[in-house]
């Protein structure tokens, strides 16, 4: 006789041998789709950024929204404090940013024009080049009569200009994620266990149920734990760095501070950026090359400190992830929204780890994710630790 089964939809016995095959879309097809997701991402990127920050942002601070509930504070005081918290700190974040901004901003002419000089004194030592460049300067002065401005008083007011107007016209799409990140994340946390409780009465079974909590809450824990850590760790970097600064002579130590405790957040390619910004900016302050690399080499060391000793000491190892895959997510979510993309493309890699922990069938995935040594194989003719017992 054929097994026969249950289930909690269908009130009668199934026959599992009659059940027909369902199709199995053909690779084909799931190319196509991934193709169309992966449009549809970068199609809807200004309505789905702000959407993913304040979802990552509402397992970061459910915790808090709890721990104060049990203190009888109602979700909504607690959700407006935190939107306030968050708004205020924005605000004090665009303050101590906008003095040494602006003064950067005058002062980009002349730093250009600087830097273009050192760069022309460098390009010296490559004979070859430079008799190169020589040749094609003089045909362009032929050619335009002598006529032509110096670059460096006619391109860089072009480029600030430029990137002033830029700046403006993309300002009130930004403050528009900005409001809408802020408020979804009030309506988020305001609603308490709604959003908990609306996702585990998806699920059928009670197993499924409790493996749907289970995934929530280790979600939230896994995501506090490592931004935390995360958060931390960059502002100690960022305290170093511009002490760091501060002390070889650099200016706006403050500013360089702040730029790498944001540039942080971004695996591999944050660290790289910082040390270019700090060369370019030594190349325009001193006069010889020694400094620009002590300061360049001082970045760097502080970096590697932080991102090989330190860091893995306070991030949990569970919250790990493969050096390889993270590297391709942020250069994936760079390409699909920019610098945001970097920012988030780790904490959304924590969150697919816990969910492939959680899903069956998702193991082998997650195991790939996970930056844990693997196994060592077996060698031919022994057993294998899994075969062990």
């Known amino acids: 006789m054929a097994p026969v089964s249950y289930t909690a939809v269908h009130k009668f016995p199934i026959d599992r041998d009659s059940r027909p095959d369902w199709p199995r879309p053909s690779w084909p097809v799931v190319g196509l789709f991934i193709l169309a997701m992966i449009a549809a991402i970068a199609f809807a990127r200004d309505f789905l950024m702000p959407i993913t920050f304040s979802i990552?942002?509402?397992f970061v601070f459910v915790p808090v929204r709890r721990r104060l509930s049990r203190l009888g504070v109602a979700p909504g005081v607690t959700a407006a404090g935190i939107v306030l918290g968050l708004f205020l700190s924005i605000i004090a974040l665009i303050w101590s940013v906008s003095g040494p901004a602006g003064q950067l901003i005058a002062d980009m002419p002349d730093i250009q024009s600087a830097l273009t000089e050192k760069l022309q004194r460098l390009r010296g030592t490559f004979e070859t080049i430079d008799t190169a460049m020589t040749q094609i300067e003089a045909e362009v002065e032929v050619e335009g009569d002598g006529q032509a401005a110096p670059a460096s008083e006619t391109t860089a007011g072009i480029n600030v200009a430029?990137?002033?107007?830029?700046?403006?016209?993309?300002?009130?799409?930004?403050?528009?994620?900005?409001?809408?990140?802020?408020?979804?994340?009030f309506f988020l946390i305001a609603s308490g266990d709604m959003l908990y409780l609306k996702i585990v009465q998806s699920?059928?079974?009670?197993?499924?149920?409790?493996?749907a909590y289970s995934a929530l809450r280790e979600i939230?824990?896994?995501?506090?734990?490592?931004?935390?850590?995360?958060?931390?760790?960059?502002?100690?970097?960022?305290?170093?760095?511009?002490?760091?600064?501060?002390?070889?002579?650099?200016?706006?130590?403050?500013?360089f501070g702040l730029l790498a405790f944001s540039l942080n957040f971004i695996p591999y390619?944050?660290?790289?950026?910082?040390?270019?910004?700090?060369?370019?900016?030594?190349?325009?302050?001193?006069?010889?090359?020694?400094?620009?690399?002590?300061?360049?080499?001082v970045y760097l060391s502080f970096t590697t400190l932080e991102g090989q000793l330190i860091t893995p000491?306070?991030?949990?190892?569970?919250?790990?992830?493969?050096?390889?895959?993270?590297?391709?997510?942020?250069?994936?979510?760079?390409?699909?929204?920019?610098?945001?993309?970097?920012?988030?493309?780790?904490?959304?890699?924590?969150v697919i780890s816990v969910i492939c922990d959680h899903v069956p069938g998702l193991e082998k995935l997650g195991n790939f994710l996970a930056g844990d040594d693997p196994v060592p194989l077996a060698e031919e003719g022994s057993e294998s630790p899994a075969d062990s017992p």
Not at 223 to 240: P, W
Not at 327 to 350: E, H, K, N, R, Y
Request: some cysteine; aromatic content about 12%.
């Open 56 to 58: 990552l942002l509402f």
């Open 162 to 185: 430029s990137a002033i107007l830029d700046g403006l016209y993309t300002t009130p799409g930004i403050l528009g994620q900005v409001a809408l990140t802020l408020f979804l994340l």
């Open 203 to 211: 699920f059928d079974s009670l197993r499924e149920k409790r493996n």
């Open 220 to 255: 939230e824990e896994s995501l506090g734990s490592y931004l935390g850590a995360i958060t931390l760790i960059n502002a100690c970097l960022g305290v170093a760095i511009g002490l760091a600064m501060w002390a070889f002579g650099m200016p706006s130590p403050l500013l």
């Open 269 to 297: 390619l944050g660290a790289i950026t910082g040390v270019g910004i700090a060369l370019l900016v030594g190349l325009v302050t001193f006069s010889d090359i020694f400094w620009p690399v002590m300061i360049a080499t």
């Open 313 to 350: 000491y306070f991030v949990a190892r569970r919250l790990q992830m493969n050096a390889v895959v993270v590297f391709l997510t942020v250069a994936l979510w760079a390409w699909l929204w920019s610098v945001i993309g970097m920012i988030i493309a780790v904490p959304l890699l924590v």
